[in-house]
């Protein structure tokens, strides 16, 4: 494979996965060895007669360490396997055009897929298990009054809160993850490109990295999470 892309470490510290565009491995950190996940590329069709491939964007484990979900980008789709044996075990449908991050809930309760979706959504909640939509949510640029890509998901520890990254508003997102209410936006920048997200270990800041999508000069910024308020820039 290519150099990796991204990366998750397991909630017991004990696995770690990352992914490049076209696979994805889980390495064990205690007693060595790891298991590769080949991905098979397949043509999405765009209405028009365009076609796009699906590639693998984001890895994130669940909440007891036992799966490792995958984001195959083009397409919609969250594949599902055994985090020990990197056999397949389910496939789950988001109904999102482009997929470009996925993150278990704390509980495991709830996968969410972001990205980008042509009915109207761009960020979709799962049952883990079942597959099945528990709600979908959009957020639309302020600037362009157009729907915003998505690219970057993180639950609150407690799993109360859910925060997305944009692509080019500059702004954080925080939703309700009982209904996916949008109840926050945390602005960077504009025309900002949201990319990396942290909690603090007790839920109260938030930071995100972000910053001009034509440059690679990201800042920091860090907010209280129940005001709004900035607190730093780094």
């Known amino acids: 494979g290519g150099p990796a892309t991204r990366i998750a470490l397991s909630p017991d510290g004990k696995l770690i996965a990352s992914c490049d565009r076209k696979s994805a491995a889980i390495w064990n950190l205690t007693g060595g060895g790891s298991v590769s996940i080949p991905m098979e ?37 969250i594949r599902v396997f055994d985090a020990t044996s990197g056999k397949e075990l389910r496939g789950l449908e988001s109904g999102l055009f482009l997929v470009s991050a996925v993150a278990f809930d704390p509980k495991g309760r709830l996968v969410v897929a972001v990205g980008y979706g042509e009915s109207g959504h761009n960020i979709v909640a799962m049952d883990p298990a079942s597959g099945s939509i528990r709600w979908r949510a959009a957020y639309t640029t302020p600037q362009i009054k157009n729907l915003d890509q998505v690219i970057s998901v993180l639950f609150s520890p407690d799993g109360s809160r859910l925060i997305a990254g944009t692509e080019w508003s500059g702004n954080a997102i925080m939703l309700d993850t009982a209904g996916g209410k949008v109840l926050r936006a945390f602005p960077t920048e504009a025309w900002s490109r949201v990319a990396a997200l942290a909690f603090s270990p007790d839920s109260r800041r938030l930071a995100a990295a972000g910053g001009d999508v034509t440059d690679a000069n990201y800042k920091v910024f860090v907010w209280e999470v129940d005001t709004g308020k900035q607190v730093a820039l780094l």
């Not at 693998?56 to 083009?74: C, E, I, P, R, Y």
Request: glycine fraction near 14%; aromatic fraction near 8%; hydrophobic fraction near 30%.
């Open 41 to 77: 590329t397949r043509i999405v069709p765009r209405p028009g007669g365009s076609q796009n491939y699906t590639s693998v964007t984001d890895v994130a484990f669940s909440h007891d360490s036992k799966t490792l979900a995958v984001a195959t980008g083009f397409g919609g789709a």
